[in-house]
């Protein structure tokens, strides 16, 4: 079975690079295209960058998030929590059953990015909260490259989670699945929102253009190992 599933990853990392790269240009050119309306969201997502660099890394606030999302995503799976445990540097949660989203939604799941929208959206029932969108486009900066750079150094360590359906298949997984959130995410934290249709759209496109690419390119190698022999 895991053989299967690595070969099912590896087929499918073109489309999910493809699906990555198409994301992250069209948020580029949907952010320049608006000048400094966002300011506010890149300085915060430079404001996590520095604080790392020239503070330390906050793991225990990470964890927390972390074992929350595997708490999360079990109960959201039926599951019942028999332990949760938050340290320093690492915690542990223990659920009645386990499947690939409970043991990889801490990567793709970017727990305090979605705490702030949902907060935000919740005090817009009580106030007027468009002098807070300056905070909330920072907070949301700083959260999104918090979930990044966090997940990137903890992703270089070791992590049993990866090894349950193998390393490389949850890889590939969590790249598309962090994909498919991101453009929710882009759609939803801002007023002049991404289209996810169009997203996806561009995204179908360029997958069937690397995979003709491919296909096209394989036929070529082939045809000119035949005539070698």
């Given at each position: 079975m895991r053989f299967l599933r690595n070969i099912i990853a590896f087929i499918a990392v073109p489309a999910v690079l493809s699906a990555g790269y198409t994301l992250i240009k069209t948020f580029l050119l949907f952010s320049i295209s608006l000048g400094t309306r966002y300011t506010l969201f890149w300085i915060g997502v430079i404001s996590y960058i520095a604080f790392q660099a020239i503070l330390h890394k906050p793991m225990r606030t990470y964890v927390f998030g972390h074992e929350l999302s595997h708490a999360i995503a079990g109960l959201l799976s039926g599951a019942k929590i028999k332990k949760f445990n938050v340290g320093e540097s690492s915690g542990s949660v223990v659920l009645t059953k386990d499947n690939i989203w409970i043991a990889l939604a801490p990567y793709f799941f970017p727990i305090y990015t979605i705490a702030i929208m949902v907060l935000y959206i919740c005090l817009g029932w009580f106030m007027n909260i468009k002098q807070l969108y300056g905070y909330y486009l920072f907070l949301i900066g700083f959260s999104v490259s918090f979930h990044i750079a966090l997940t990137i150094y903890i992703l270089s360590i070791e992590q049993p989670d990866l090894k349950v359906?193998?390393?490389f298949f949850s890889y590939v997984v969590i790249l598309a699945?962090?994909?498919?959130?991101?453009s929710l995410l882009a759609a939803l934290a801002f007023e002049d929102g991404i289209s996810v249709k169009n997203v996806f759209v561009k995204s179908?496109?360029?997958?069937?253009?690397?995979?003709?690419?491919?296909?096209?390119?394989?036929i070529e190698i082939w045809m000119a190992f035949q005539k070698t022999k």
């Open positions: 359906y193998g390393t699945v962090n994909i498919v959130v991101f179908h496109r360029n997958i069937i253009d690397i995979y003709k690419f491919i296909y096209n390119w394989g």
